[in-house]
């Protein structure tokens, strides 16, 4: 009988600290998001906004990134406009009617379906946390110097893992795009807020 | 008496025997059903082929709904419209799911080097573009493909293809995970779904469009937003619904009115019971010479054979008036003696009238089209049942003796022969007016057949302008496709490949195929080829070398079909691919298996050279659904007109064989002129005119004969007007009152008969004999 006490204690208190380990890891969770929230809403709402950026892709192939660097222009109810100047050119413009791009080698095309991505990354660079909350979830960076968007769109989800976005001050500094290759996408930006767009580059994007 | 037992027992013998050997048939035989318009045109092989490709590559496009949300409350407001749907058991919500990349690269990189894409292509002898092409996909933000390829394929030429391919197939954007569209600056979120109603479940239709409808209207008003709707299952329920109203209204009204006028004329329902046995026996002989002469019987064939109903009653109503009227005009005019007539009396004409109807339909018998030989074997062989049963059994029937006319109607068929003895007296006047005026309206508004099959169609205002909305959204609405069959996969993808080479001749056109994504074991062998070759020569290692990385050519394997449908793609392919078979009653082999697949050209017409290249090709066509129908009732009308010429020839032959030429001419003219009348009536209110009010000429035509016949035979005698009265009234009853059907082809045709039966009326005793005979009788 005493024995079968002994075991129902030993259940019960393996149960209970368990369960205790569990609500502290998930109440853990649930505070970095909220940390991590805030520190995203610290981020400057930037409508309107031109800047360089230099973009740095870790394929786990390679041993060193492939660097390209280039000019960003976006307003936030036409669209973004990304320009890479070297170590070639091309154009990536996204607009409400959708993606298109232009290369060195090709004439402009429409890319169907591939949008999502450059939108996250306009959403991302103009500070627009109100669309963000809406398709990610959010934690701390591993490192604990970024903040780590998690997709809850399925289809997202499946061409990346996370998105990091380091913010310095209340600026966004970088943007760090991982897949579940093990391939990274390292993105500086240096922005600077506007009130209107060159007239060249908002007849782009209509 | 012993006589009339012969005769009996013959009716009792050979009815029998016709019950057993349908019955056989019926039971049976191997026929079966068909509901297929097209199925009943005389086509060639390589049509018949292609119209089972159709039906094989869009048969679920039957049971699909689109829907398409906007407004600033369209994400939760698709996100609620899911909810709701989803908990809809018949209702399967279609995802908007591609296999995962790595899914798409794991089944192309084995085949690696079998894949160019157009710039790559042109690209191939060039290694300083090469390189910069190489480079410019390193450098892209947007193409995951570069990322899982470049490993294994590090010229990125997988990459690039996969990326351009998948791209093309694309017709939607997506936002916040939802499929979307961008139309003239309105973004238009869309779901997909598959309804899982059975075979022709009307009232599943029905329930489904009213749960469906009250959805859309709750998350319309609950979101503010605009909801577009699109799918058959909302015109079949309306359709079927308005069919429903339809003949339970005008069927209990037509029968209230039958049923008054026989009650009211002879006091008694008898009358009705016999026509219904007569009836219902005309209809089994009908049934039976269709499953002694084809295998399958076509719907229409049915709707067609509705003619049936109208003259087996005028039968009857002779029968009825002859017999009955016998006693009550010796009770009633004892001055005209002791006029019994004979059963043989009314038989001579039914049987003349019968056999002149025959020879009307014998013409559509030899037609080419497989419909109308139906519907003239249909009709022949219940015209024969009803004339036995109305000549051999109706007269023993003790039933009938008791079955008075009310004096009433013998004084009103008085007052209508006094009125059509007045009009015979003006014959030729009222022949002359109405040669002219007819010849007048024909030259002003020449008969216009239009066969259109959408004006048919009765679906309300609201429900088209939703179709046309979506189309626009889904930049559909001009959409063509091509579709092409072909006995092999390999020669089918070959086919492909060689119209998409014609078509881009014209590069307005937007092509989208799975000519990429599948592409056949011949230009994947040729794309090797130009890979081992640049390869060969040095034309990617620049580029390549840039990375640090090196690009063997692997040895050729093909990537087939079959493959492609083993993989998690074949949904992708299924989907612009199939197998049929030509012959489904057929066990399936390698010899009768077709494959077919479609190619959509988009809105852009179609330059001559094309339209002209694709009519020369007779393994594929433009797939135009509405445009083959349509053609074909123009077939069918065409058809039907010759035949109905045909008929009345051969109705005057047999006039004038019979009444000589005086009187053939007499006999032919109201026939003539009710037809034309009718038609030029219909023009008149409805427009244009269709098939079905010429189908409704074939009712008029053999109702004419009828009345003609009794009129030439007897004259304008009181008991002929008066069983010619109570036919027309319910033929108009029946039939007429289909005026008012909203459903444009049930219009067409009680129209057309509604003015065709006023004119014969009218204009029958015009073609009576010894107008001084009559009066004595």
Redesign the interface.
Known sequence: MQSLAGVLKFFIIAIAMTSAEVIAVTDAQKKDAQFAFSQLKQLTSLPLAQGTFE?R?Y??????P?V?TGDIYFDQKLGLL?Q?NY??S?V?RLK????F?K????PER??????????V?MDALSGNVGALE??FSFQTSINGSCISLIP?????A??MKTIDLCINGNKLDKIVLF???G?R?EIDVNLLALTKLPEAISAQLQ | MRNYSKGLIAYFVQLALVLLLGSYFLIMGEWTIQSNLLSLLPDSQNEIVLNKAEQALFKDKEQQVIIALSGEQA?PAYQYLQRQLSALPEVKINK?QLP???EITDFYLPYKDNFLSE?YLT?INDPE?MT??I??Q???????FV??T??QAPRLNLADYL?TE???L????????IPSV?VE?N?YFISQLSLNIAGFSLKKSQQTNKLLLAIFQEVESKYAVGVIYSGVVFHTAFASEQAEFEISTFGVLSLIGVIFLIVSVFRSLKPLILSSVTLSIALFYGLTGIVLFFDELHLLTLVFAVTLIGIVIDYCFHRFVCDENTHSESSLNSASGNNYIKPSVINKPLFLGFLTTVLGYVGLFYSPLMLLSQVAVFMIFGLFGGLLTVTMLLPHVKWLSHVKVMPWPLVLARKIQQGNRYLVGIRKLIYFVLIIASLSFLLIAPLNFNDDVRLLNSSPQSLLEHEVRMAKVLNYQNNQRIVITAGTIEKLLQRQEQVIEQLKQQPSLTIKSIAGLLPSKQQQQLHYQKITHASKHGVFNQGVAN???VDSVSEFKALSYQDINASELNSLVTLYVTAFLIDENQPSDSNTEQFALWVDVGSVQLSEDNLLWLTQQSDMRLFDKAGQVSRSLTTYRQSLFYLLVGAFFLVFLVLLAKYGVKQGIAGLLPIVLSAMLSLLFSQYFLGQLNIFNLLALLLILALAIDYVIFYQEHGLAPRTCLAILLSAISSALVFGMLAFSLTPAVQSFGLTVMFGIIAIFILAPLSSRQINADIKT
């Open positions: 973009q892709k394929f786990t192939i390679l041993k060193q492939i390209s990304w890479t170590p070639m091309s990536i409400e009617s959708g993606l791009i290369d060195a080698v090709s429409e890319v169907k379906g591939a949008g999502e991505i450059t939108q990354l809406k398709g809850k769109d399925e289809l997202l499946r061409i897949e579940h290759s391939n996408t | 994400v908007f995962s990349l790595t710039r690209s573009v910069q092409l480079t410019s390193l450098i892209q933000l947007n193409n995951p990322s899982r470049l490993a990326n998948l791209s093309q694309n017709t939607a954007e997506v936002v916040q995970g961008f600056n973004r990375i640090g990385l």
